[in-house]
């Protein structure tokens, strides 16, 4: 009588089961430690961002003087000028008269601007937030700028 081996090779349904728990522990704690660092990446993001508005809102006062207004609504184009009166009548890109900024957009970072703005750009100062789209407004999920401290914090 002739005598039939089976010789099976492969993987019990328990050793499947026990690599794709491992690898989800795995995937969880890795997803879990770089959370901070994107959260941390998209804040560096939307300060410098927000660094380069105010740049652009010193260069206006140095140059120009003065704004057609003194305090710029976020989101929109603000003309920045010498005169505001003849700035408000002739075209806000003619180098003579002045220029218009662009707020830039922070969606991208996540961040978003809140609170009207306050202070002057002639004073030297005007202030600004930020903060993280569904955050608080503390800590990491908030960026203050400040003409008169020349920065974003």
């Not at 989800?24 to 959370?35: K, N, P």
Request: net charge negative.
């Amino acid at each position: 009588m002739l005598k039939i081996e089976k010789n099976i090779k492969g993987f019990t349904l328990i050793e499947l089961l026990i690599v794709i728990a491992i690898i989800g522990i795995l995937a969880s704690v890795i997803l879990v430690s770089t959370q901070g660092a994107v959260v941390k990446a998209r804040r560096a993001s939307a300060l410098t961002t927000a660094a380069s508005m105010m740049t652009e809102l010193v260069t206006c006062q140095d140059d120009d003087g003065q704004a057609t207004s003194s305090m710029p609504v976020a989101t929109t184009d603000f003309i920045c000028c010498k005169d505001a009166a003849v700035c408000a009548t002739s075209d806000p890109n003619n180098a003579v008269d002045g220029h218009t900024q662009t707020w830039p957009d922070l969606a991208a970072t996540q961040f978003e601007y809140f609170e009207a703005p306050t202070g002057d750009i002639t004073a030297g100062t005007y202030k600004f937030k930020a903060r993280r789209i569904g955050g608080t407004e503390t800590g990491d999920d908030l960026i203050t700028c400040d003409m008169s401290a020349n920065g974003c914090v």
